[in-house]
């Protein structure tokens, strides 16, 4: 058989027949050990001679099944799977940092990464360094001390849609001996492979588009081959050894088998659901920019997103689902949509089949100090979307049933505080078709 696509890999990658009774699907290991056939046999397997199983926080078969699947799908040799994305952040970066040791992020990051790094890395002793232009090599190399040990970064920034030039933040690294780890929730290996642009480890939150039906939490840790080579401090042994072993078996952010059997159930529908939310989640970006109400659409697929270049080069299947929203009227314009909408269900999530809206300024984003919110371009009339893979007709009538609900002032034209609108000549047109629309492509 010539090289499997990746609609057939989300299905078949990694399944070994089961040993037990040949269940097609991986079955549910639901116990927390696995019995020793005799004393030589527990002797060999704590001393790490065979590699059959003991305890589940250190293996078990439903996880590895799932692990797996995801080295495959992201081009990994390894994949480690916790029991959420911030534990396979905190587990990725504990494995490369420790007391003294300096980290170089990206600006923009999903807040419940940045608020790990600036609070809980600090009581660690870990400093943090954040990069405000992160498409410039200089930015990146000006941030890098003698005791920087790795670089972070989204490969979309979830809310506000950087997309992160995989490649070159990579060669920066490299060039200093470092690992770049990134963050690839937002588009799934189906619509990028951060690890064929350069990347040495792949981190996910699981609990959104790899479950993709918002009913479990997990993560998962994907490392590269060219891990070992910028990893330091693992002593003797290997980056994915040393994250698993020691970092992940001692903290315990374990998986339960039960959510590794749903995650793996997501993932074989990956392609169809990506394809699906992109292509929605385009048609209602395009809606969006052209309301009165809105003043900016962030979405990286929309020809004047600053990062519609790197959409265009890392994201040819579509720029996925979650985007970002700002309404002319602030947080009261904010407030009517969000209990205006039906469909939309409030709430803070993203991947999910079913779309999500959320007020960033008053939830996620509300320890930061405004100035700060605003300059990460969470403004108190912007909305985050996650769109589902719903008929998008249904979409644009609820959005369209909220918006009727705003008064008329509420809107760019009328209002004379309002930010500048959108950097392109009025009336706003819908974008020609470009490789960043994700609707009609082929399933490889
Ligand atoms: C949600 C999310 C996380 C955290 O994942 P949990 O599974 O909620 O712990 C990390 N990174 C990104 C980009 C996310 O969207």
Redesign the pocket.
């Known amino acids: 058989m010539s090289t499997p696509r990746f609609a057939t890999e989300q299905i078949h990658a990694g399944d070994l027949v089961d040993a037990g009774h040949g269940a097609r699907i991986p079955p549910v290991h639901l116990t927390a050990g696995f019995r020793f056939q005799d004393f030589e046999e527990a002797r060999a397997r704590f001393a790490g001679e065979d590699d059959g199983y003991s305890y589940t926080r250190i293996g078990n078969p439903s996880i590895a099944a799932l692990e797996r699947r995801l080295a495959h799908l992201e081009r990994g040799d390894e994949a480690i799977v916790v029991?959420?994305?911030?534990?396979?952040?905190s587990v990725a970066l504990l494995a490369l940092l420790q007391a003294g040791d300096h980290l170089v992020a990206a600006g923009h990051?999903?807040e419940?990464?940045r608020n790990l790094f600036t609070e809980n890395f600090a009581r660690f002793g870990i400093d943090v360094d954040f990069v405000d232009e992160p498409t410039s090599a200089e930015a990146w190399t000006r941030l890098v001390r003698p005791t920087t040990r790795a670089f972070f970064g989204?490969s979309?920034?979830?809310p506000t849609n950087q997309v992160l030039d995989v490649a070159l933040v990579a060669e920066v690294a490299h060039a200093h001996g470092l690992p770049l780890v990134v963050?690839n929730?937002?588009a799934t290996p189906y619509l990028l492979r951060p690890i064929e642009h350069g990347a040495d480890v792949v981190?996910?939150?699981?609990?959104?588009f790899l479950a993709g039906h918002g009913a479990c939490?997990?993560?998962a840790v994907v490392v590269a081959g060219t891990a070992d080579r910028y990893a330091t401090g693992t002593g003797d042994r290997g980056y994915a050894d040393f994250a698993r072993h020691v970092i992940a078996a001692r903290l315990g952010p374990t998986l339960s088998p039960m959510n590794a059997f749903l995650i793996q159930q997501g993932i074989e529908t990956l392609s169809l659901r990506m394809r699906q939310h992109s292509a929605n989640a385009l048609v209602v970006a395009q809606w969006l920019e052209r309301r009165p109400e809105v003043v900016s659409v962030d979405y990286a697929a929309l020809p004047w997103h600053s990062s519609y270049p790197s959409a265009r080069r890392y994201l040819p299947r579509g720029a996925g689902a979650?985007l970002a929203f700002t309404l002319a009227g602030g947080e009261p314009a904010a407030r009517t949509v969000v209990e205006g909408v039906t469909v939309f269900s409030h709430m803070t999530?993203?991947?999910d089949v079913r779309s999500l809206i959320l007020h960033p300024a008053s939830t996620t984003h509300a320890l930061r100090p405004q100035a700060e919110r605003e300059a990460a371009g969470i403004g108190a009339g912007t909305l985050r979307l996650s769109v589902g893979v719903e008929d998008a007709d249904d979409l644009l009538a609820d959005l369209e049933a909220a918006f009727q609900r705003l008064p008329a002032a509420a809107s760019r034209a009328a209002s004379p505080a309002a930010p500048p609108a959108l950097s392109v000549p009025a009336p706003l047109t819908v974008p020609a078709p470009g490789p960043a629309r994700a609707v009609a492509v082929p399933v490889a």
């Open positions: 029991g959420s994305g911030q534990a396979a952040v990051l999903y419940g990464s989204e979309i920034a979830n963050d929730t937002l981190v996910h939150s699981a609990s959104k939490l997990g993560g979650v999530h993203i991947g």
